[in-house]
């Protein structure tokens, strides 16, 4: 099938560490065949790394945004996309963030428990401790080799991390028409993510309790 151009877009945004590996799973479980569900692509390590320069030198190259936005936009072979890539949270254009067919659901997660998984996840997962330790710009606030050599000491720049994100995705991201913001915890344990899906795209979809309760390492890990 040729990728094609989605009529509506919704795009979940989040510093990573927020349940969208699960979310990602249960929406390409759960949603009928007209839906693509995308979480990380090729050039998404790339555009994290975009995303946190811009971020540090105030800039907003706009047209790099959209060139970033067109290749995942290359990977939708549906009537509807859905984005849960934490990876490429910083890279929306303004025309997309301002278009009335594109809905962008802010997931936050508390700072503590999100610097603690952090922290955890970087030693647990090989690729995630050269990424966090020896690539320049991978988190805003965490500089090469600090992970390192703080040990558990950087769990508090994590901390920081958290509230640095989400606080600047509330203010860039407020103006969509359709924004929401909602904390991780109630998004798993709630009729939100069915709500949301039924209203924005108009379809009938039905969530149970028992799909949300899946856990992304019962299938496939980013």
């Known amino acids: 099938m040729q990728n094609k151009e989605p009529e509506k877009i919704m795009i979940f945004v989040s510093t990573g560490r927020c349940g969208t590996v699960r979310l990602s799973q249960i929406l390409k479980n759960r949603l009928p065949e007209n839906f693509t569900v995308l979480h990380q692509t090729k050039i998404s390590r790339l555009a994290n790394i975009i995303g946190n320069i811009l971020y540090y030198t105030r800039s907003d190259f706009n047209f790099i ?35 009335d067919n594109v809905c962008i659901i802010h997931v936050y997660r508390n700072s503590a428990d999100f610097a603690k998984s952090f ?71 709630s009729d939100f993510i069915e709500k949301k899906i039924i209203s924005f795209f108009g379809i009938s979809f039905k969530l149970s309790s028992e799909d949300l309760k899946i856990k992304a390492n019962e299938s496939e890990q980013k």
């Open 65 to 99: 945004k959209r060139i970033i936005f067109r290749n995942l936009l290359k990977h939708n072979k549906s009537d509807f996309l859905i984005n849960t890539d934490p990876l490429t949270a910083m890279m929306i254009p303004d025309d997309i963030i301002k278009s």
């Open 119 to 189: 922290y955890k996840f970087s030693r647990l997962k090989k690729k995630s401790f050269i990424a966090h330790n020896f690539i320049p710009f991978w988190q805003i606030n965490i500089f090469p080799l600090q992970n390192w050599i703080l040990g558990e000491k950087i769990i508090k720049r994590y901390n920081k991390t958290s509230n640095i994100k989400n606080s600047w995705f509330v203010k860039k991201y407020k103006s969509n028409r359709h924004f929401e913001t909602i904390d991780m915890k109630k998004m798993f344990n």
